[in-house]
């Protein structure tokens, strides 16, 4: 997980798009980073800088589509927004249906765009947040004996420790010391925190 | 006495033997006298055997019989046939072969006695060359007369001399009115001053031949087309003398060519009009740049000023951005204007209602269009109008295209487009064009003329902004008016071309 500050990537083979743009992040306080081509932004990617990305959909060279298409199959969550001309409309459809954030026409209002930069960054803090949490989760789970794993596995399903210690052929006493300590090791406070987890874990 | 004679007489056969000419003296019985070198070579016989021979032995038959009687005839009646005239008769030589003999005969009188002297030039080669030469001629007016392609010879000026049969046909024109006829008579008038220029150049020997494509006077009002091929006759000087014109006949080559030329550019108008969609979304997305980038600044500019954290370098770096931007936009504005000029000079001297009805065949024929029927409403009394045809269609088509578009979501299926032609009050031509359709509202009605204004979900507003722009330059006006009803009608104005002038 990077630590630095989330940057807006903006890609534009416009000079003066890509400059005024650099400028008004400027302005309100954001990190920027431009690229004048696809090319140049997938060799400088990096999955784990958080942010969100501003693509101009028609661009010399591979397009804003074709960088999208790329991402989403290195796996990156990285939030797009498109900015389309007049003409692009169904080409902003097709991102969009790809899965990009949101697309905005230019000329565009600074305002529109901030707004729609701010929500793309929390929705990918939100994102980097609940996939940390995940990963951590599953990490604790691969700490966990393969006893242990059996044990949460059925006390999940809901099953009363009895039942547990009856599938398993073990005593109940064990299964409870088996039951805290996955408890402690996850970090559970409760059965439906545990519960949570595990399906959180399992999501991935 | 007797030696000068002698010595007289040596000088005159020495002479008489120079003389390339036979030399041939008889007395009034036909007796030879004299006989020279010439006469010897001419004839065959020696001088001995000539000498005091009747000069008949040099005659074929008839002559040869009744020579003696020319003769007596001649000394008794003083009427010459030959005496000094000259004439060509037939000589007969020693082997008895005759040739073609140019004979003149004078009569002297020496030591009181009448005699005659012939002189005689054996003229074989020059009746041989001069039928030679009949007979090219002959030949050469076999050819010319019958030369598949119309030739005419005409003088320095222009004035026709010869002419063969294919010219005859070409011009459908009497030959012997052709003859004499000028180039002025028999070529179109706007054509007339580029063949005289080229006749004059080859008379002037400034050029060697020249070739022209010039349209000639088949009747009153109808026109041949011909490719006129023009050199130069020269005289033995190398002086042109005469012009000789050879006019491949090209009426249905050319006429073939203009239909297909009219194909060609119906084809072009129809992918002109599919270009300008394209073209326009082109200018959207070039126009958009700049305007992206000016706004973008301005807006940080704005951010940047209302906090405290104003940088100077990039405020100025912003609005000189601004500055290059909007020069940017106004140079795309600019390239689109002068797409339009480019085409201005292709005005042409037109019906407006064949314009019209062409454009409206077109738009019936696009699939796009044909929802709503066009209703054509033309004036009969119209005069000619010098346009460029393709870019009034352009307008019309426009108008069309707006109209249906209009009416696409509200009309009901009679609406009709109405498209109409009249002379309006100030003699100026005028088409309308109504609708049926959604109308405008005040605001829209303000900038509906402006660039890159629509009300359309597509397109980029570049239509009446471009056919305003095609109208005033031809000179006229374009403007709207709301129809009582519905709809909207929308006007343009062309000057009429006073008495069909150019």
């Known amino acids: 997980m990077s630590k630095m500050d989330p940057t807006v990537f903006v890609v534009d083979d416009d000079e003066a798009i890509r400059k005024a743009l650099k400028l008004l992040m400027k302005s309100v306080g954001l990190a920027v980073e431009t690229y004048a081509s696809a090319r140049e932004y997938l060799d400088a990617y990096d999955p784990d800088r958080a942010g969100c990305l501003v693509l101009d959909i028609r661009m010399s060279g591979m397009s804003g589509i074709d960088l999208h298409r790329e991402l989403l199959a290195k796996h990156a969550i990285t939030p797009v927004i498109f900015i389309t001309g007049h003409g692009d409309v169904s080409m902003a459809v097709q991102a969009m249906k790809d899965g990009a954030v949101d697309f905005i026409q230019k000329p565009f209002s600074d305002q529109t765009l901030l707004d729609r930069i701010q929500h793309s960054l929390k929705l990918d803090e939100d994102n980097r947040r609940a996939l940390a949490q995940q990963q951590k989760i599953s ?50 406070t409760s059965l439906p925190h545990l519960v949570r987890m595990s399906l959180r874990a399992k999501e991935e | ?29 036909g007796i030879m006298l004299e006989y020279n070198h010439a006469a010897e070579r001419i004839f065959g016989f020696s001088r001995e055997e000539a000498l005091g021979q009747n000069v008949s032995m040099l005659m074929p038959d008839p002559d040869r019989s ?28 020693k082997d008895g072969s005759t040739f073609p003999l140019d004979l003149a005969v004078n009569e002297i009188t020496l030591e009181n006695e009448l005699n005659f002297v012939g002189i005689c030039r054996d003229i074989t080669e020059r009746v041989e060359s001069s039928r030679q030469l009949e007979e090219s001629r002959k030949q050469l007016s076999v050819w010319w007369e019958n030369a598949p392609i119309a030739k005419a010879v005409c003088d320095l000026t222009g004035r026709i001399i010869r002419v063969n049969e294919a010219a005859v046909d070409f011009w459908s024109i009497d030959r012997h009115r052709l003859v004499g006829s000028t180039i002025d008579q028999l070529t179109h008038p706007e054509d007339t001053q580029q063949c005289l220029l080229a006749i004059r150049e080859l008379a002037e020997a400034r050029r060697e031949r020249r070739t022209l494509q010039i349209r000639f006077r088949k009747s009153r009002d109808e026109w041949s087309i011909g490719q006129v091929h023009c050199t ?24 073939a060519e203009e239909e297909a030329g009219e194909h060609r ?88 209602n064949d314009v019209i009805r062409e454009i409206v065949t077109l738009a019936n024929t696009d699939s796009n269009l044909i929802e709503f029927e066009i209703e054509l409403d033309l004036a009969s009394d119209l ?27 509200t009309a009901s299926a009679d609406d009709t487009i109405g498209v109409r032609t009249r002379r309006n009050a100030a003699g100026q031509l005028e088409v309308s064009v109504r609708d049926c359709g959604t109308g405008i509202s005040e605001v829209d009605a303000s900038t509906l003329f402006d660039p890159f204004f629509t009300t359309k979900k597509s397109g980029m507003g570049m239509g009446l902004s471009i056919s305003r722009s095609i109208i005033t330059a031809h000179g006229g006006t374009l403007w709207f008016e709301r129809n009582p009803d519905k709809g909207l009608t929308f006007y343009f104005t062309l000057p009429a071309t006073i008495g069909d002038e150019e």
Request: hydrophobic share 40%; with cysteine.
């Open chain 2, 383 to 409: 005069p000619r109008t010098k346009v460029d045809p393709v870019q009034i269609q352009q307008v019309v088509l426009n108008l069309i295209q707006n109209g249906k578009d209009a009416m696409r979501d």
């Open chain 1, 139 to 188: 990490d604790r789970i691969q700490a966990l004996t393969p006893r242990e794993r059996e044990v949460m596995e059925l006390i999940v399903e809901g099953h009363p420790n009895k039942v547990v210690a009856h599938r398993l052929g073990i005593s109940e006493r064990t299964i409870e010391i088996h039951r805290s300590r996955v408890m402690k090791k996850l970090g559970a």
């Open chain 2, 1 to 29: 006495m007797q030696n000068r004679y002698r010595q007289d007489s040596a000088r005159l056969s020495a002479i008489l033997d120079a003389t390339v000419d036979g030399i041939i003296v008889i007395d009034r019985r």
């Open chain 2, 232 to 255: 130069s006759v020269r005289n033995e000087n190398d002086v042109p003398v005469e012009i000789m014109l050879q006019i491949v006949d090209r009426t249905a080559e050319v006429s």
């Open chain 2, 265 to 352: 550019e119906r084809l072009a108008h129809v992918t002109r009009i599919g270009t300008m969609a394209e073209m326009a979304t082109g200018i959207a997305h070039e126009v958009n740049q700049p305007l992206t980038a000016i706004a973008t600044y301005s807006q940080a500019c704005r951010r940047l000023m209302q906090d405290d954290r104003i940088e100077r370098e990039d405020i100025l770096d912003a609005l000189e951005q601004i500055n290059a931007q909007a020069l940017r936009a106004g140079e795309v504005i600019r390239r689109l204007r002068s797409f339009v000029r480019k085409r201005e000079s292709d005005r042409q001297l037109v019906s407006l």
């Open chain 2, 66 to 93: 009744r020579h003696d009687g020319y003769v007596d005839r001649y000394i008794e009646t003083k009427s010459p046939r030959i005496i000094g005239i000259g004439r060509e008769v037939t000589g007969r030589r």
